[in-house]
């Protein structure tokens, strides 16, 4: 059986760098709205694959640890989906 809190806890160190990373990226004044719109693109189906990882969890019966570490996962890549399209809507005017 997989070691859900372990795999998790590696998703969201890695989302960790994500929060630090995004921001930095999203500042250079010569990212063009297509890489903005595919950084979005990609944040948005990495956020719909966890949501998806947790409700498959939460069937399997999966305690609360595991269950509030997928959800803080599936929180912070909506979060970076959200800055990414505000970065969007603001490159379009």
């Keep these: 059986m997989a070691d859900w809190l372990k795999i998790l806890d590696d998703e969201i160190r890695a989302g960790n760098k994500m929060l630090k990373l995004v921001p930095k990226v999203l500042g250079n004044p010569e990212i063009s709205l297509e890489q903005v719109t595919a950084l979005f693109s990609e944040l948005e189906k990495q956020a719909e694959f966890v949501e998806k990882l947790k ?3 939460e069937g399997m ?3 609360f640890p595991v269950l509030d570490k997928a959800r803080a996962l599936e929180s912070r890549y909506a979060d970076l989906a959200a800055t990414a399209a505000e970065k969007v809507k ?3 005017g």
């Design 55 to 57: 409700t498959v969890l």
């Design 61 to 63: 019966g999966h305690d």
């Design 90 to 92: 603001e490159m379009r």
